[in-house]
């Protein structure tokens, strides 16, 4: 009864946030990639160091989707390749452990994965065995896989507890997963989705602290070029950072969501920023946005930068253009996971090759202006 009526507290918080509670993303399948993300999180800021990591191996290496295929990649390339450079060596033995520990279970694909995180006792398992983890990261396996009653209580999940006039002090780690979890029920969502939608905001809260603070640094460094007669390259580039918080304070949550989960499937900022451009421009808030973060914008570097991200919205025109024309399936022609599509659509794939050539464009970037054209969409629908 008391952790209900916790729950009933966290569930009342939630309704005065207003906070949305979307459903989460369908889990991606390469197992790899889940292994190495479970691995690198621990003690480290994910957005920053462990994100761009993750897609990188899910990119560069799809023999390593599954569990043997990790191990083998881990003995012909390395656990520093495979993680994109990544120079920490506790964190290599703990990719090569994890990955030994699930291959001697027998476990090779997603699907046996997921089943075999299913089971409370295994995931408890992770803890016990040896691998040198706590309830956190056994609960994120459980989260990665897309289990729906998964919940990770992490420093996020601890906060907004806490504001919601509850004394995470008090219990142990199960019994404030289970508060979450109720909370969930009573306001009819899957905890994987709330433990989402909290750790989307407590991050967007800690991109608010801090935002001040950044812009006052930047404006001090863009002072100092001035006196100096020099130009930082950093802040000649429209400013990724500002944007996405940005894009959310206007009420593009989703929109921001959509372009910044372009990156787990390619390594193209200037892309993301030509994206985030185009989207600012067409809903009015371009200029805005060039006064409040982007004030190079109006320097001769700017307006190179600009011209490029501008190549590519042209580009992107005329690709919506020749779609609306000939009225192609395009939709089975979007990349999985920035490889190709699935075995036995060779002569889709030539299509999609022909067009890239004529756009004078690569691949990639011709799939992602395919997925523009439904971003464009979200905001009506």
């Known amino acids: 009864m008391k952790l209900k009526a916790e ?53 560069r290496y799809p023999k390593a989707a599954t569990i043997s295929g990790l191990v ?108 979450v979890q109720l909370a969930a ?35 001090k460094e863009m002072n100092e070029e001035q006196e100096g007669g020099k130009m930082q390259k950093d802040t000649d580039r429209l400013p990724q950072t500002y944007a996405s918080p940005f894009a959310r304070q206007k009420g593009y949550a989703n929109e921001a969501d959509y372009i910044d989960g372009l990156l787990d499937i390619t390594d193209s900022y200037t892309l993301s920023r030509a994206l985030y451009m185009r989207f600012f421009q067409k809903n009015g808030c371009w200029n805005e946005f060039k006064r409040k973060y982007w004030p190079k914008a109006n320097t001769p570097e700017g307006a190179k930068r600009i011209k490029k991200y501008e190549k590519l919205s042209k580009a992107f025109l005329e690709y919506l253009e020749e779609v609306a024309t000939n009225k192609k399936p395009w939709d089975a022609l979007v990349l999985q996971g920035g490889k190709g599509p699935n075995v036995g659509e060779g ?6 090759k022909n067009e890239a050539k004529r756009l004078n464009i690569d691949v990639s970037t011709l799939v992602l202006f395919r997925m523009l054209e439904r971003l464009n969409q979200l905001h009506k629908d």
């Open 7 to 59: 729950a009933k507290k966290l569930v009342n918080y939630i309704n005065s946030l207003g906070l949305e509670i979307p459903r989460r993303r369908p889990p991606h399948k390469h197992v790899g990639a889940i292994i190495a993300d479970a691995v690198l999180q621990i003690g480290h800021e994910y957005n920053k160091q462990v994100k761009n990591r993750i897609a990188h191996l899910r990119k």
């Open 185 to 219: 029920k009573q306001l009819g969502k899957r905890p994987i989705d709330l433990d989402s939608a909290i750790w989307n905001y407590q991050g967007r809260q800690k991109q608010d602290g801090e935002r001040g603070k950044s812009r006052r640094k930047e404006e």
């Open 72 to 179: 083998q990649s881990l003995k012909t390339t390395g656990a520093q390749e495979l993680l994109n450079g990544w120079k920490g060596e506790k964190e290599h033995k703990r990719l090569y452990d994890h990955a030994n520990f699930f291959n001697g279970l027998g476990i090779n694909t997603f699907r046996e994965l997921r089943i075999w995180l299913k089971d409370e006792k295994n995931r408890d398992s992770l803890i016990t065995k040896g691998l040198g983890i706590r309830d956190r990261t056994a609960d994120y396996y459980r989260v990665l896989v897309g289990l729906p009653d998964a919940v990770k209580v992490d420093s996020h999940v601890e906060k907004i507890l806490t504001d919601a006039g509850i004394d995470a002090a008090m219990y142990k780690y199960e019994e404030l997963r289970t508060i």
């Open 347 to 352: 002569e889709k794939m030539e299509q999609l």
